[in-house]
């Protein structure tokens, strides 16, 4: 089998592109960024837009496909942001979602911000009326619904909703990440709304496996990906206080729009269609995200020298 990643040099994309060699599958990688060699990888640098033949002859030819490529970030500041959600989000789906075959495994990574939080404190259901808050959420639903066109052409797609994904690698503008560099750095650990808010924080090794397990199911349409449990953000402060050894400081400020109380998934589908649901041991997965020490500052560059916390994604 031949498995074509895009969005290969991304967080979840590198864990991703690593566990599918590791089990014996070659795989072409598909990033925007230089990706580094390894056994087995075939890199394609280009941009899904760009409708690149190379791109193309790829994704045709591909057993599976995993489509993790896009914009993140639920707060990006610039002022051109919804049209780059919609380039890279929205119209590289579309150019993705054209290439493949029918009958050819397609994964696509969506995310958890799509259903605007838990509500009423119940865990979220893939069924359920979905609340997107700002302008990455609603792009996101927006590729739900290109797939939703696929699926009822026939097409064999699973939309996968991954919640809080943490591990090595993850990008220095997500929560722990932005934490643990303020934590280096001395800095107070700004939190959003409350210490009481809860996030189902996903480790990526898990996320990766799921995706993977996801690909050789039955499954059709959105599956949750989480571990349906949520951690307090005053739990993941201790967490990051105890790897780094530590004493912090926070500070509480008010949330954005953006910002959900709290995210939980169900796990029903997922343990039906894959057979498990992820588990998260908050110490050990933050310890690992510590000592991978390729965590950026944000601070560093001048960029964010009061760290803001949580993203939902």
Known sequence: ??????GADGFIGRTLVRQLLAIGEPVVGIDRAAQPPLPGLTVLTADLCDRDERVAAALAGADAVFHLAGCPGVRDPRPAIDALRHRDNVLA??????AIPA???????SSSSVYGGARFGRASRERERLRPRGGYARSKVAVERLCQHRIAAGGRTVIARPFT?????QR?????ARWIAAARAGRPLRILGSPTRTRDVTDVRQVVRALIALAGSSAQGPVNVGTGSG?????MVAAVADALQVEVRTRVAPAGPAEVSDTRADTTRLCRLIGWVPETDLDRLVARQVAAGSIADPGSTGADTDPVLIGVA
């Not at 789906?93 to 054209?98: E, I, M």
């Not at 220095?172 to 722990?176: G, K, S, T």
């Not at 951690?231 to 739990?235: E, F, K, N, Q, V």
């Open 172 to 176: 220095p503008d997500m929560a722990l």
């Open 1 to 6: 089998m031949t498995a074509v990643v895009t």
């Open 231 to 235: 951690h307090s953000l005053a739990r």
């Open 165 to 169: 994904v943490a591990g090595e690698g």
């Open 93 to 98: 789906a579309t150019a993705v979602l054209a």
């Open 103 to 109: 009958g050819t495994p397609l994964v696509v990574t």
